[in-house]
């Protein structure tokens, strides 16, 4: 998946909250991380998707990602998801 895929995505989740809850509820289905993000705050998400078999593509930072969700700041992380 790409950023334009994220872009054009019907139904879609941004933020580590709402991304957790996502992953949680299992209707995840492409989790998003920006690679400047502070580790803290996605290391949970990145495990989180290692346990639950769900695909991780990275963005080189914060504001690439808030962009695609068009947001005005940054977004740590974001997910496509089917609920």
Do not use: H
């Not at 580590?16 to 209707?27: E, F, P, V, W, Y």
């Not at 492409?30 to 346990?51: G, H, M, S, W």
């Amino acid at each position: 998946m790409t950023l334009e895929e994220l872009k054009q995505a019907r139904k879609k989740v941004v933020g580590t909250r709402q991304t957790t809850k996502a992953l949680d509820s299992g209707s995840a289905l492409v989790v998003f991380i920006a690679r400047d993000a502070d580790e803290k705050v996605i290391d949970p998400i990145i495990q989180l998707c290692n346990q639950k078999g769900i695909k991780l593509e990275y963005v080189d930072t914060m504001a690439q990602l808030g962009k695609a969700c068009n947001i005005k700041v940054g977004a740590a992380s974001a997910a496509i998801v089917n609920k």
